[in-house]
């Protein structure tokens, strides 16, 4: 690979450091997904999907494995008291991990049907957790089991651990994947990866208005990413999306505009941001998971 970044617009260079270059942190998995960062020891944990396992990196003692067998984890998040929530493709549910260890299900069906295979997920500032359910984890041995679709088609939902309701808020969606608020979560932004199984299909990040924090309205394409289809991103403070693809990690502003490219040299499943400063974009990359430092923070908490 000789480029490192493309440039479209003169707000990329803005979050550019003199020492901005893409490191190849790990190396290793079959297809490495879901990071997730920890403060509080700096270590990354990330999905071997096909693997069926979830890796644990620091920059101290590199790479170790966390769980295994894992249940096909995809996505990770945290919740606000910092517990590890996660999308099983095998268990086709959301769980989280307690802090002794113990894995508790969260949510596992909607009104008695079992979900596809749980995606990607976020939590948004009330605790509450939303998250999508394609049909990967049923469709390909390598990322779950065989089943059959029992929900009758493939959503994105809002679970609230405290009442236990599980709600749809988004149907338009071929294959809902990756998904994130924006800072102030006025907006959510939904990844809808189609195409990986259909050319003509999707290849969009759509964007929705959230009302009293309960409902998405207002569905709109944000952006149509080319090569590849986006899967998992992230925001950072200034409002731009991190969206993986083919190539690269495509950063769009809060208006829509493809800002620049950081070129990778693998295709893209997922990003998130971490390091004690929240200034180091982690991306997981088919077999590897690289790094790079910004100038600029994410917004995930904590």
């Not at 990071?35 to 979830?54: M, T």
């Amino acid at each position: 690979m000789t480029k490192k970044f493309e440039v479209y617009d003169n707000r990329f260079l803005a979050i550019l450091r003199p020492d901005s270059r893409l490191e190849q942190i790990y190396w290793g998995s079959t297809w490495a997904e879901g990071p997730v960062y920890f403060a509080e020891d700096d270590s990354l944990l990330f999905s071997d999907i096909p693997g069926n396992r979830i890796l644990r990196w620091t920059p101290k003692d590199g790479y170790s494995v966390f769980r295994q067998p894992a249940n096909f984890t995809n996505g990770h998040y945290r919740d606000l008291q910092g517990r590890l929530v996660s999308c099983e493709h095998g268990g086709r549910r959301v769980s989280r991990t307690e802090a002794d260890g113990t894995v508790t299900v969260l949510v596992d069906n909607y009104r008695g049907k079992r979900f596809n295979s749980p995606n990607d997920l976020v939590v948004k500032s009330d605790g509450t957790i939303w998250f999508t359910d394609p049909p990967y984890g049923i469709m390909q041995p390598a990322e779950g089991y065989h089943g059959l679709c029992e929900v009758g088609g493939n959503f994105v939902y809002r679970f609230d651990p405290t009442t236990k309701e599980v709600s749809i808020v988004a149907d338009d969606l071929e294959k809902p994947n990756g998904l994130a608020f924006s800072p102030d979560e006025r907006i959510m932004y939904i990844a809808d990866s189609a195409a990986s199984h259909d050319p003509f299909a999707k290849h969009e990040v759509r964007a929705y208005d959230v009302v009293d924090g309960t409902r998405l309205v207002n569905s709109r394409v944000f952006a149509t990413i080319t090569p590849g289809v986006p899967d998992g991103f992230r925001l950072d403070v200034n409002g731009y999306l991190y969206i993986s693809s083919k190539d690269s990690i495509q950063v769009y502003s809060a208006g829509g505009d493809l800002l620049g490219k950081i070129m990778v040299p693998e295709i893209i499943a997922n990003c998130t941001f971490g390091g004690p400063n929240k200034d180091r974009l982690f991306i997981a990359a088919s077999t590897s998971v690289y790094a790079i430092y910004l100038n600029t923070q994410g917004i995930q908490k904590p």
